[in-house]
Nanobody, 123 residues
């Protein structure tokens, strides 16, 4: 398994969660990484991305100011800190590794996907 997401759960609206994604070193060292989510009956959508060294990030408008993506190159782990959660954030969250080193919001630019972790926000 090259990508393993964890940290999901049930939280009340306004609460916080931190998702983690453990990656193999070979995959993590030089690749851009991203978080996506998919709610029931909806297509998978971009949440946040980060380039290979953490110097460049991007966010969906719906999560700007509330979510923060980061990466620890020593632990080979990607994070998504989610604050002020809303009911509309309820979804399965997936981490992914891009084909290149850049930060990208385009789903087809990602070659490797984790198994997903469920986030449920109760109102």
């Amino acid at each position: 398994v090259q990508l393993q997401a964890s940290g999901g759960g049930l939280v009340q609206a306004g609460g916080s969660l931190r998702l983690s994604c453990a990656a193999s070193r070979s995959l993590f060292s030089n690749n851009g990484m991203g978080w996506f989510r998919q709610a029931p009956g909806r297509e998978r959508e971009f949440v946040a991305s980060i380039n290979w060294n953490g110097g460049n990030t991007a966010y969906a408008d719906s999560v700007k100011g509330r979510f923060t993506i980061s990466r620890d190159r020593v632990k080979n782990t990607l994070y998504l800190q989610m604050n002020n959660l809303k009911s509309e954030d309820t979804a399965v969250y997936y981490c992914a590794a891009a084909r290149g080193a850049w930060s990208t919001s385009v789903t087809t630019n990602y070659a490797y996907w984790g198994q997903g972790t469920q986030v449920t926000v109760s109102s």
